[in-house]
Nanobody
Framework: VQLVESGGGSVQSGGSLRLSCTVS????????IEWFRQAPGKEREGVAS???????TVADSVKGRFTVSRDDFENTLYLDMNRLKPEDTAKYYCARSRGLYGSVTMAESEYNVWGPGTQVTVSS
């Protein structure tokens, strides 16, 4: 079982990026998969989750700007990030939950498979 993030990079404030979380070794729709991020000196936080049944949750800090989606054929989870702000600068990770469901408020201990992360840098 492996998750690999891609799509990170450097953009100016107001720009957009699309992150991908490619899953191998199991089906992307078997469990909840969530996007997390960790900025320097801060704790890791949940950004957006996608349950096996299609239910999504999005953190208040990114609501209206970030959208999570899934492509079962590509076995990939996406995070579309629009109107990016400097405070969105962080390393972004995707992780698979132990169970079928998750949310941005669920403890990290409930996620047992993590990708290596991809860096997003937003300049003002």
């Amino acid at each position: 079982v492996q998750l690999v993030e891609s799509g990170g990079g450097s953009v100016q404030s107001g720009g957009s990026l699309r992150l991908s979380c490619t899953v191998s070794g199991y089906s992307v729709n078997d469990n909840c998969i969530e996007w997390f991020r960790q900025a320097p000196g801060k704790e890791r936080e949940g950004v957006a989750s996608f349950d096996n049944d299609g239910t999504t949750t999005v953190a208040d800090s990114v609501k209206g700007r970030f959208t999570v989606s899934r492509d079962d054929f590509e076995n990939t989870l996406y995070l579309d990030m629009n109107r990016l702000k400097p405070e969105d600068t962080a390393k972004y990770y995707c992780a698979r939950s132990r169970g079928l469901y998750g949310s941005v408020t669920m403890a990290e201990s409930e996620y047992n498979v993590w990708g290596p992360g991809t860096q997003v840098t937003v300049s003002s």
